[in-house]
C-alpha cells in the first residue's frame, strides 16, 4: 500500500534516514511489548527480579523516544518533507509518545507486582485478569504489526477488540469490590490489581490511538473523534 512510496526519493540519504526511522520505532514497539509481557508474568507469579527488568528496561524505551524525536525534528527542519513523507514524520512522533506511556504503564504494573510480592493469593485466582492481558497484549501487537506493513486494513478490527477489553474492565471491577467487602484483609492486594487492570485498559485505548494515527498516515485525514462505525467507513475509503 502507501509503503510504496517510500524508497522513491531523489536522495538515497534521505531514504536511509526514513527507514532507520522506521525500524527504531519497531524496536521501540518490541521492546514495550516485552515489558508488557514480563510485567503481567511478574504479576502473576510474584517474581520480584522480572518486574525490576520491567523498570530497568523503561530507561531504554525512554531513550528510544528521545533518539527518535530528535531524528525526526532533524528530518522536518532538514528535508522540509511533504505529503506522504510528512504525514509518516509527524505519525512517528504521535507512535512513540503512544509507546512511551504504554512502557510506564508496563513498569506501574511491575512496581505494582513487588509490591504484591509478600502478600497472600496469586493473580491467577482472577482468571478474566489473563484474558484481559492476551487480548491488550494482542491489540498493542496488531497495531505495531499495522504501522511495520503501512496498512490500515486491520484497524477496525484491532479497534474492536477494545469493547471486549472494556467489557473485561468491568467485570473485574466489579468482582475486585466484592472481594473488598467480603474480606477488609484483601483491600491492599484486591487495590493493587485493580490498579494494574486500569493499566491494562488503558494500555488497549493507546493501541487504538496508534491506529488512529496510522489512518491519518495513510489517509490524511484525523479521525481521532470519530466514532468506530465513522472510522471503518474511512478505512474502507468511504
Known amino acids: 500500500m502507501e509503503n510504496s512510496k517510500i524508497g522513491q526519493h531523489i536522495s538515497a540519504q534521505f531514504n536511509k534516514e526514513i527507514e532507520d526511522i522506521r525500524n527504531k520505532v519497531l524496536t521501540m514497539g518490541g521492546l514495550v511489548e516485552q515489558q508488557l509481557e514480563l510485567a503481567m508474568q511478574s504479576f502473576s ?18 531513550a528510544l523516544e528521545v533518539e ?42 511491575a512496581k505494582l507486582a513487588i509490591q504484591s510480592a509478600d502478600s497472600d493469593g496469586r493473580i491467577d485466582q482472577y482468571y478474566e485478569i489473563q484474558h484481559m492481558a492476551n487480548l491488550v497484549k494482542d491489540m498493542l501487537h496488531r497495531a505495531l ?6 496498512s490500515i486494513e486491520d484497524v477496525p478490527a484491532i479497534t474492536g477488540l477494545d469493547d471486549n477489553v472494556d467489557r473485561e474492565y468491568s467485570s473485574i471491577i466489579r468482582q475486585l469490590i466484592t472481594h473488598m467487602m467480603e474480606d477488609p484483609r484483601n483491600i491492599t492486594r484486591t487495590l493493587n490489581v485493580l490498579w494494574t487492570v486500569r493499566a491494562m485498559e488503558r494500555i488497549g485505548d493507546h493501541a487504538c490511538y496508534i491506529c488512529e494515527h496510522l489512518i491519518y498516515m495513510v489517509k490524511g485525514e484525523a479521525v481521532r473523534h470519530l466514532s468506530r462505525e465513522e472510522m471503518a467507513k474511512k478505512v474502507k475509503g468511504g
Not at 504489526?145 to 503501512?150: I, K, L, N, T, W
Open 45 to 62: 507469579t510474584g517474581d520480584i527480579e522480572m518486574a525490576e527488568l520491567v523498570i530497568k528496561q523503561d530507561n531504554q524505551v525512554d
Open 145 to 150: 504489526d499495522a504501522f511495520a506493513r503501512m
Open 68 to 109: 527518535i524525536d530528535r531524528e525526526c525534528t532533524q528530518i522536518l527542519a532538514l528535508r522540509q518533507p511533504a505529503a506522504f513523507d510528512l504525514r509518516l514524520l509527524l505519525t512517528v512522533i504521535k507512535v512513540i509518545n503512544e509507546l512511551e506511556i504504554v512502557g510506564d504503564l508496563a513498569e506501574r504494573i
